[in-house]
C-alpha cells in the first residue's frame, strides 16, 4: 500500500509514498477517499480538471480540495486518479461511482486538509508527505 495512516490525535493524519510526484498525487486521492468511503469501484462516471499553483504543496492542497468539492457536490465517490504534473500545474481525470450509503458510509466525514507541517520530501527512492485531514 502507498499510504498508511499515523496516530494523530483529533484528526486522520496519512503518510503518502511514491516513486514519482504523479504517484504521491495519485495515492493522496486515493488514501483521501479510503479515509472517507472504504472500497470503490470504477462504474464509469469519469471527472476532469486542471490546476496550478505557486508550489507543489500549494497544489497537493488544491487538488485535494477539489477532489473533496467534487465529491461533496455530486454525490460521487472516486477510486481512479490519472493525474498529470507539469511543474505547478496538475491535470486529472479522475473516476470512479455514485455514492451509495450502504456500501459508502463507514469512513470518517472530511472537512478539509491541513497545511500544517505539509512538506513533499525526496528520500533516496520515493517521495514522502504527511497530510493532515481534518475531521
Known sequence: MS?????HTADVLMRV???????VFSDAGRALFHVMYGPCE???IERQFSLAAED?????????SE???ITDVENIVFCTFDVDI??????AVIRGEPFDPAR???GALIK???YFGLEIVKEEEAYVVDIIFDI
Open 112 to 114: 478539509g486538509v491541513s
Open 67 to 69: 477532489l473533496l468539492f
Open 3 to 7: 499510504f498508511e495512516e499515523l496516530d
Open 56 to 64: 507543489l504543496e500549494s497544489l497537493l492542497i488544491d487538488y485535494l
Open 42 to 44: 470504477d462504474r464509469g
Open 86 to 91: 507539469q511543474g505547478t500545474r496538475l491535470s
Open 17 to 23: 509514498r511514491g516513486a514519482t510526484i504523479t504517484e
Open 104 to 106: 459508502h458510509s463507514a
